[in-house]
C-alpha cells in the first residue's frame, strides 16, 4: 500500500518548512515536486488527491507548506515569490539527499508559475506541468486589488482571501510585478504539459494560451473541461492525475521490475535510467541514489561518480565508528567531519607501501575533530578511524563473484 512520510527542511528564510512524501507501493520509478496554489497549502485538495493518484502509477510525490502556511514556520507576510522559488529549489536539494531529486514539476496555479522559473535551477527535472497556472505571476495580485493602495501606502496591509486573512508587504508587489515569465518560459528547455479549465473564475483560460504561445515544443495543453479552480471535484482531480502520469510516462526513467527478494537488507541494486550515457540508479533496501560522471567525461553530472561514492563510503563509515566510540566512552565529541580525496601516485612515491612499481591508488582522509578533548582522546579517535569497517575491507582481500543474472 501507498504510505505517506513527513519530511521538513530549510527554507529561503532559515524557517522549516513542513512537507509530506507520498511514497508508491515498492520502489518509485521517478520523484515529482509539487507546489500548491496561493495562500492554500500542501493538503489542499487538488495536491493530496493528484499526489495519491500519482503514487499509484509508480511515483513518489513531495508536497510543502510554503512559509507561514499549514504546518511551515515564518511568517507569510516575509514570503515573495522569490522566495517560494528559492523555497522549491531547496524541497529539490533535500530530496536529491534523501530520496532522488524531481524529474517532475508539477505546480497548482502560483505554484505552477513559481515551478517554471524554478525548472531552471533544477536540472535533473525533465518535465514540468502547470494547473490553472496565471502567465504572470502580478495576476495574483488581482485577488486583492482594492488593498493594493493600503499596501503601497502602508507597507503593509491585511488582505481577505478565500475567507482567511493575510498581511501582504509593498516587497510582495514589487518583487511579483519585476517576474521575468515570459523569457523563462520560452527558455524552459524542459516538456511542459499545461492544464486548464475553459471556465475557471479566477485565472482565465487565456493564461494557458499564453504561456503555451511563449513554450517551445514539446509542449502540450490539456483541458479540464468544467472543473474549478481549486480542482476540488474528486473526478477531475483524478482526470488530471491521469493525464499527468500518462503525459509523463514518455519522460521520465523506466523502472525495471524487481523481485521483493530484491528488498531485503544489504542488497544492493545499480541500473542504467537512460538520462545520460552514464546515469544510474542506485537502490539500497528503500533508498535510492543516482551516480554519474561528469560531463567532461560524457555523463550527465546528475549524481556522485562511482569514485566519490567509494570515498562518501569510507567517509561516513569513519565518521560514524568515533561516534559510537566516543559514546561508549562518554567523551564530549561535539562533531565530526571527514574530507577525503583519491587519486593515483606511483608506487616509488609512497615510503610505506609494499608495492614498488606502477602506480596505486592513493586515498586522502582529513578528520576534523570538535569538542573538549585532551590530546590524548583525539590521537585514540584517530586510532579508531581506521577501525571502521570500510577502512578494513578496503585494506583486506577482497573476492568479488560475479555471475550472469536471470530474469
Not at 500548491?36 to 495519491?52: L, M, N, P, Q, W
Not at 504572470?136 to 503601497?152: C, T
Not at 493525464?243 to 541494486?269: E, F, H, K, M
Request: include cysteine; charge should be negative; charged fraction near 25%.
Amino acid at each position: 500500500m501507498p504510505k505517506t512520510e513527513r519530511m521538513t527542511f530549510t527554507g529561503a528564510g532559515g524557517e522549516d518548512l513542513a512537507g509530506r512524501l507520498d511514497l508508491p507501493d515498492g520502489p518509485p520509478r521517478a520523484v515529482a515536486l509539487f507546489a500548491h496554489c496561493f495562500t492554500c497549502g500542501k493538503d489542499v485538495v487538488a495536491a493530496s488527491r493528484i499526489s495519491r493518484a500519482l503514487t499509484e502509477a509508480g511515483l513518489a510525490v513531495f508536497r510543502f507548506d510554503f512559509t507561514g502556511l499549514g504546518e511551515s514556520d515564518g511568517e507569510f507576510a516575509n514570503a515573495t515569490f522569490s522566495s517560494n522559488v528559492t523555497d522549491l529549489i531547496r524541497a529539490a536539494d533535500h530530496l536529491r539527499s534523501e530520496l532522488a531529486a524531481p524529474s517532475l514539476l508539477i505546480g497548482h496555479s502560483l505554484g505552477g508559475a513559481a515551478v517554471l522559473a524554478a525548472a531552471a535551477k533544477i536540472p535533473e527535472a525533465v518535465a514540468v506541468v502547470t494547473i490553472a497556472a496565471p502567465s504572470d505571476p502580478a495576476h495574483v495580485v488581482n485577488l486583492f486589488a482594492d488593498d493594493v493602495d493600503e499596501i503601497e501606502d502602508a507597507g503593509i496591509a491585511t488582505v481577505r482571501l478565500a475567507g482567511r486573512t493575510f498581511r501582504v508587504r509593498r516587497e510582495f508587489l514589487a518583487d511579483i510585478a519585476a517576474q521575468p515569465q515570459a523569457e523563462r518560459i520560452a527558455e524552459l528547455g524542459r516538456a511542459l504539459l499545461v492544464l486548464h479549465a475553459p471556465g475557471d473564475q479566477l485565472v482565465g483560460i487565456d493564461n494557458a494560451r499564453e504561456i503555451f504561445d511563449a513554450a517551445r515544443h514539446p509542449k502540450s495543453f490539456v483541458s479540464l473541461d468544467d472543473a474549478d479552480h481549486l480542482v476540488s471535484d474528486p473526478a477531475d482531480a483524478a482526470y488530471a492525475a491521469t493525464v499527468i502520469a500518462g503525459w509523463a510516462d514518455r519522460y521520465l526513467p523506466s523502472a525495471p521490475p524487481v523481485d521483493d527478494t530484491d528488498t531485503a537488507d544489504g542488497i544492493v541494486i545499480v541500473s542504467e535510467t537512460g538520462d545520460s550515457r552514464y546515469t544510474q540508479r542506485i537502490r539500497a533496501g528503500r533508498h535510492l541514489l543516482i551516480a554519474d560522471e561528469p560531463t567532461s567525461l560524457g555523463g550527465g553530472d546528475h549524481g556522485p561518480t562511482p569514485y566519490d561514492l567509494l570515498l562518501a563510503a569510507l567517509g561516513t563509515c569513519t565518521s560514524m565508528t568515533m561516534r559510537m566510540y566516543a559514546e561508549r566512552k562518554g567523551w564530549p565529541l561535539r562533531s565530526v567531519s571527514v574530507r577525503l580525496r583519491h587519486s593515483r601516485i606511483h608506487a616509488e612515491d609512497c615510503a610505506h607501501c609494499e608495492t614498488t612499481a606502477g602506480k596505486l591508488d592513493h586515498i586522502q582522509r582529513e578528520i576534523h575533530i570538535e569538542g573538549d578533548l585532551d590530546a590524548e582522546q583525539r590521537a585514540r579517535l584517530l586510532t579508531i578511524a581506521d577501525r571502521c569497517p570500510v577502512h578494513r575491507t578496503l585494506h583486506s582481500e577482497i573476492v568479488v563473484d560475479t555471475t550472469e543474472g536471470t530474469d
